[in-house]
């Protein structure tokens, strides 16, 4: 009866608080400090909302949607588009709803924010710096189930990275293997039922079938082993998905913090990626 009094006690509580607005203040840095020349950009969703992000033009034809993690804004983007832009990509940085400096009043652990992609599409298809048919996206935790459940979704994604993606219904989780996985397990299902009452909206569509449905556009997935959870459900997806596909594990770094850890590296395997998804 304890193990099950602290289970409905932890999933309320992480419901309860994330959901929580993480709006506020992009402060301090823009890409103009990497010597980028950029553009500040508002997308208008399709409920009426305004989110605000930052668009470095393309000088290839080519261009990458970067999303960040939950809770955060652009800023966490930031490291995805120094590397793209070294190499002449466009990169579409925005503050997902309700975070950063954009609109909206609750944060629904990136459900919502799937659909909040087809407005940066819209976009990068008014720019003559791009061709519509070479668009990708990327994306860490959060940002990458967003990704993940975009491509999807739409089409027009013709390439996904997803950098230590996690789950969006109960059912992408990884078999439990540990003692505390066992007795936490109850919760993850209940939590998911609170945050969809609290935020009033659900996954458009687990990530264990979204990634089946990425075929013939190519996904890189990419996690680290100081995180046995994060590698399973990496794994997992790859598994899941179909080809073309490739799985990158990354030594000696914590979640999302591969191109701090291992920049030259994660530079190669990105520019890569993306070259032989949308410039090949």
Not at 230 to 243: C, F, K, P, V
Request: with cysteine; net charge negative.
């Amino acid at each position: 009866m304890l193990c099950v009094g602290l289970n409905v006690a932890l999933a309320y509580w992480s419901a309860s608080t994330s959901i929580r607005s993480a709006q506020g203040p992009v402060c301090c840095s823009t890409p103009a400090e990497l010597g980028l020349t950029y553009e500040n950009i508002t997308l208008t969703t399709a409920d009426g909302l305004k989110l605000k992000g930052w668009y470095i033009p393309s000088h290839n034809q080519a261009a990458v949607i970067a999303l960040h993690g939950y809770g955060g804004n652009r800023l966490g983007a930031l490291s995805y588009a120094e590397m793209l832009a070294r190499h002449d990509y466009g990169v579409l940085l925005y503050d997902q709803r309700a975070s950063g400096e954009s609109e909206g009043d609750v944060l629904s652990w990136g459900w919502r924010d799937v659909g909040d992609v087809a407005a940066a599409l819209a976009f990068l298809k008014t720019r003559s710096d791009v061709d519509p048919e070479r668009i990708g996206i990327i994306g860490c935790s959060t940002g990458a189930e967003i990704a993940l459940g975009a491509a999807a979704q739409f089409d027009e994604l013709k390439a996904v990275v997803a950098d230590a993606p996690y789950y969006t219904v109960a059912q992408d989780m990884p078999p439990p293997q540990h003692v505390e996985e066992w007795l936490t397990l109850p919760m993850y299902p209940l939590q998911i039922n609170l945050m969809e009452w609290k935020s009033g909206t659900s996954a458009p569509l687990a990530l264990s079938e979204a990634v089946q449905r990425l075929t013939p556009r190519p996904v890189l997935f990419i996690a680290t082993d100081r995180d046995d959870f994060e590698a399973r459900t990496a794994r997992r997806y790859y598994e899941l998905a179909h080809e073309p596909k490739s799985i990158w594990i990354i030594s000696d770094a914590y979640h999302c913090t591969g191109p701090q850890v291992q920049p030259a590296q994660y530079e190669e395997h990105l520019i890569n990626f993306f070259d032989g998804a949308l410039l090949r």
